[in-house]
Structures are given as structure tokens and as C-alpha cells.
């Protein structure tokens, strides 16, 4: 199975600032990659498809690049609804697979 | 707008079978979309478990497919999870959700983007 590792793993910070998110898989999944925002008792909700792709609905400070083994998500300017978990998920093969998850704290 | 929803019990004993149902509103079951089960135990990430297509294909995480079975019934617009053998490390929130018709980069996009509330389901005896 694919692994997925997420840095870091928590991260506090404050509002307005830039925040980046960085997945890097065990081996090449060219850009099948999603990242996925979960708020406490909620369930996840998807940001980011095919590595770039932003989901419609949702605000455009959000944003993915990378492609192969390394991702990143970043947050152009927190706001505070942004507090949360937020992990990365390759479709590139069987069995689908989540990174360990990042939890952006309130600095 | 597709609306799902898991029902089963929140309890189950050591040795038994979690059992849940994810009832899906506002879409068919029949579409060409895929639907599936992801699990979170508690304060944990997530970990897929399965997923299966109105024909009745599935396919299953291999570290639970000795265990697992996924169905559909079509008949009342649902689909449906078995564990068996559960012990407490099988204690999670249970989530069914969506695979959605669309590519990314010439392939499907085996991704969730519809999701249900989530079933707590706690193995204690």
C-alpha cells in the first residue's frame, strides 16, 4: 500500500497568515492526489482534487501543487473557520490511502 | 444535492458483526457513482475500508477484506457494511460516502465528495 506522510503534524498559527501543508507519498502517484478538511465532530469535506484542482464551493485561499511524491496545500490567509485537521488522500491505486492527518491551531 | 445518512447500532460485543446501512437521498444508488465506507477511530486519521458499485463489484482494503463485506439494495436506495469478528480496536466513527463521476488527469477520480454524518460504533461487552 501506498504511504502517505503529512508535515507536520500540528502547527499553530495566527490569522492572516500563509500556512502550508506538505504530503509526501512512498512512491509516484503522478497527481492523484485530494486534500480534505475535517472540523471537530464533522465529517471531511473535500478542498482539493488532482493535486491542483480546486472543488467548487470552496473559497479560493485554498490551494494544491506538487506532483510524484511530494504535495503541498497552503492557505494563502487563515481565517478562523480554517481551524482544523486536514489530510491528503491517494487514488492511485489500491487501497485508497490517507496521510496521518495536520491540525492547525489557533496560535 | 445527494444527501447520505448511516444507521446501525452504536454497540457491539467482542466477537460479533457491525452491522450499518447508509441510506442515500436526493441521487439513485443506481448512478455511475461508486459508494463507500472510510472509518476514524476515535482522536485517529481515517482508513478506507471498501466501496462497491450498483452491480455489486466491490472492492476492500486489504487489511480488513478477510472480514468485510460491502452491499447494495437497490431496491431501497442503500448500501450496506458488514465487519465480522470485531474487537475494540474496531471502535470508530463510521462514514459512508461517495466516489463522484469525474476525471482527473484521464483517470476516475476515486476520491469523496459527498459524506455522511459519520456512526459512532463502539465493540464492548
Known amino acids: 500500500a501506498i504511504q502517505l506522510t503529512q508535515s507536520p503534524s500540528s502547527l499553530s498559527a495566527s490569522v492572516g497568515d500563509r500556512v502550508s501543508i506538505t504530503c509526501r507519498a512512498s512512491?509516484?502517484?503522478?497527481?492523484?492526489l485530494a486534500w480534505y478538511q475535517q472540523k471537530a465532530g464533522q465529517a471531511p469535506k473535500l478542498l482539493i482534487y488532482?493535486?491542483?484542482n480546486l472543488e467548487s464551493g470552496v473559497p479560493s485561499r485554498f490551494s494544491g501543487s506538487g506532483s510524484g511524491t511530494d504535495f503541498t496545500l497552503t492557505i494563502s490567509s487563515l481565517q478562523p473557520e480554517d481551524f482544523a485537521t486536514y489530510y491528503c488522500?491517494?487514488?492511485?491505486?489500491?487501497?485508497?490511502?490517507f496521510g496521518g492527518g495536520t491540525k492547525v491551531e489557533i496560535k | 444535492q445527494v444527501q447520505l445518512e448511516e444507521s446501525g447500532p452504536g454497540l457491539v460485543k467482542p466477537s460479533g458483526t457491525l452491522s450499518l446501512t447508509c441510506a442515500v437521498s436526493?441521487?439513485?444508488?443506481?448512478?455511475?457513482?461508486?459508494w463507500t465506507w472510510i472509518r476514524q477511530p476515535p482522536g485517529k486519521g481515517l482508513e478506507w475500508i471498501g466501496e462497491?458499485?450498483?452491480?455489486?463489484?466491490?472492492n476492500y482494503n486489504p487489511s480488513l477484506q478477510s472480514r468485510v463485506s460491502i452491499s447494495v439494495d437497490r431496491s431501497k436506495n442503500q448500501f450496506s457494511l458488514n465487519l465480522s469478528s470485531v474487537t475494540a480496536a474496531d471502535t470508530a466513527v463510521y462514514y459512508c460516502?461517495?466516489?463522484?463521476?469525474?476525471?482527473?488527469?484521464?483517470?476516475?477520480?476515486?476520491?469523496?465528495?459527498?459524506w455522511g454524518r459519520g456512526a459512532l460504533v463502539t465493540v464492548s461487552s
Open positions: 460516502a461517495r466516489i463522484p463521476v469525474r476525471s482527473c488527469s484521464g483517470v476516475t477520480c476515486y476520491l469523496f465528495d459527498n
Open positions: 436526493g441521487g439513485s444508488i443506481t448512478s455511475s457513482n461508486w
Open positions: 512512491q509516484g502517484i503522478s497527481s492523484a
Open positions: 488522500q491517494q487514488f492511485d491505486s489500491y487501497p485508497l490511502t
Open positions: 488532482d493535486a491542483s
Open positions: 462497491t458499485f450498483h452491480s455489486g463489484n466491490t
